[in-house]
C-alpha cells in the first residue's frame, strides 16, 4: 500500500479522465491522517479548484459550521471528494470520471482506515452507499459497508439553497455526534 505522500504526488500527475484537462489544481484532500471519520463530497467547485483544498468556498464555511455543532473541525476528521478535479460549470461528475478517480479515493479510506464514513450529498451516497440511493429519504440513516459506518448528509451546497432542510440535516448530525462518541471517541481530541 501506497504511503499518504506518494499517494498525493501520483494523483496531482494523474491524466485517467478528461477533467485534468481544465482543472487548475487536483483537490486531493485536507485533514488528520489518524481520522476516524472521512467525510466525502462529490467533486471540487471552482474556488477548491482554486485553492487546491476541499470545501473552501460559501458551502465550506457552512459545512466548518456543521462540524462545529458536533464539536468537529477539519483537525480532527478528513475531508476528500469522489473526483479530485473540478467538472466544468460544476456539474456533476460523471460515472467515468468518478470511475477513474475512485483507486485514489479507496487508497485514501486503506490509509486511513476509517470507523465512519460520512457522505456530503446525492453523489457521494450513490457510489458509496447505494446506486439508487435517495438522499431525501435516506439522509441520516446508518449503513454498513465493508465493517464501516456510513450516513449520509445533504451537501452543504444543497442546504445553501433550501435552507428549510437545515433543522432535518442538525438532526443527523446529532447522530454522527452520538455515533463517534460510541465508536471513536478520540476523534473530538484529534489535532487539539
Not at 20 to 41: P, Q, W
Not at 112 to 122: F, K
Request: glycine share 6%; aromatic share 6%; with cysteine.
Amino acid at each position: 500500500m501506497m504511503e499518504w505522500m506518494e499517494l498525493e504526488r501520483q494523483c496531482t500527475e494523474c491524466q485517467k479522465c478528461a477533467l485534468a484537462e481544465t482543472r487548475t489544481n487536483v483537490v486531493f484532500g485536507v485533514g488528520s491522517k489518524e481520522a476516524k471519520v472521512l467525510f466525502i463530497g462529490e467533486g471540487p467547485g471552482e474556488q477548491e479548484d482554486l485553492k487546491g483544498e476541499p470545501f473552501v468556498g460559501r458551502a465550506g464555511k457552512l459545512l466548518d459550521d456543521m462540524l462545529e455543532l458536533i464539536h468537529l473541525n477539519r483537525k480532527n476528521i478528513y475531508i476528500a471528494n469522489m473526483v479530485k478535479c473540478r467538472p466544468p460549470k460544476n456539474r456533476d461528475p460523471r460515472p467515468e470520471e468518478q470511475e477513474a478517480c475512485l483507486p485514489w479515493l479507496r487508497n485514501q479510506a486503506a490509509l486511513l482506515q476509517p470507523e465512519i464514513i460520512v457522505c456530503l450529498g446525492r453523489i457521494a451516497a450513490m457510489r458509496i452507499i447505494n446506486p439508487n440511493f435517495k438522499i431525501t429519504k435516506e439522509h441520516g440513516i446508518w449503513f454498513e459497508k465493508n465493517g464501516c459506518q456510513v450516513m449520509a448528509l445533504y451537501h452543504p451546497a444543497a442546504l445553501l439553497r433550501d435552507p428549510n432542510r437545515r433543522p432535518e440535516t442538525f438532526e443527523d448530525l446529532k447522530k454522527l455526534e452520538k455515533r463517534i462518541q460510541l465508536l471513536c471517541p478520540e476523534t473530538f481530541s484529534l489535532g487539539d
